[in-house]
């Protein structure tokens, strides 16, 4: 089975500042992708970043980036320049290759508050 | 992603009554998967639809609730004799095919908010 552990219930950061959301995994899969996703106080899921885990780079996309280090199973959610409107709950998700490999499976989620 | 529409955003049920969700995939997708999110919770996989088939529905409570997915029309989860339980956020997401991991982008639609009084 599949887990996803985000161990930070909440975190704070000053605006324009970097923060970085833990997110470790569990898997037994060889074959994996890793998800981020934003869901802000209206509700609704945002996707912001993949990586799979054969990629050789670490996957950026503009302000994310995701710090993925493979032997530790992890995949730390970076958000650069903090933004007022970063404010917001962070999943981090993961689906397998083998089996039901069209479920994706959940952590927590981080509750990040970005402070002017 | 604006594709997935849902609706209706917020639906209010006392107890008893039955609750429809409705989930219109993306143009040209053919699967529909349902999640729910429960206070305090990340989403939690129900069920994965094709069309007039369910392929999976491993996630679904026993009792209560089902899942269709017709030829024509919208994917609807439907909630029987809704318990205060059944309070959550209830996301749909689509896709064109089977959603292996070439599928590198996973959109949901906004949710549906139901609240049991």
Not at chain 2, 95 to 116: C, D, H, I, K, Y
Request: proline share 5%; charged share 20%; glycine share 10%.
């Amino acid at each position: 089975a599949q887990k996803i552990t985000q161990t930070q219930p909440g975190m704070f950061v000053q605006e324009k500042e970097a923060v970085t959301l833990d997110c470790t995994y569990d898997t037994s899969d060889p074959s994996y992708g890793l998800f981020w996703y934003k869901q802000p106080s209206s509700g609704e899921m945002i996707f912001l970043i993949y990586q799979g885990s054969y990629d050789q780079q670490n996957a950026t996309e503009g302000r994310y980036s995701l710090n993925f280090q493979k032997a530790r199973k992890s995949a730390n959610l970076v958000i650069s320049a903090s933004q007022l409107g970063d404010s917001a709950m962070y999943f981090c998700a993961m689906r397998v290759r083998g089996g039901s490999n069209y479920k994706l499976t959940f952590g927590k989620g981080t509750l990040l508050t970005v402070n002017p | 992603n604006a594709g997935v529409m849902q609706n209706p955003r917020h639906l209010v049920r006392r107890r008893g009554q039955e609750a429809r969700l409705r989930c219109s995939p993306m143009k040209g997708h053919s699967h529909v998967y349902w999640y729910r999110q429960l206070p305090e919770e990340g989403l939690k996989f129900m069920v994965y639809l094709q069309k007039e088939n369910i392929i999976d529905e491993s996630g679904m409570p026993k009792e209560r609730f089902s899942a269709e997915f017709p030829k024509e029309g919208p994917s609807i989860l439907r909630i029987q004799q809704v318990v205060r339980g059944d309070s959550a956020a209830y996301f749909c997401a689509s896709s064109p095919e089977f959603g292996g991991l070439m599928n590198t982008e996973a959109f949901f639609g906004q949710g549906t908010r139901l609240t049991v009084v």
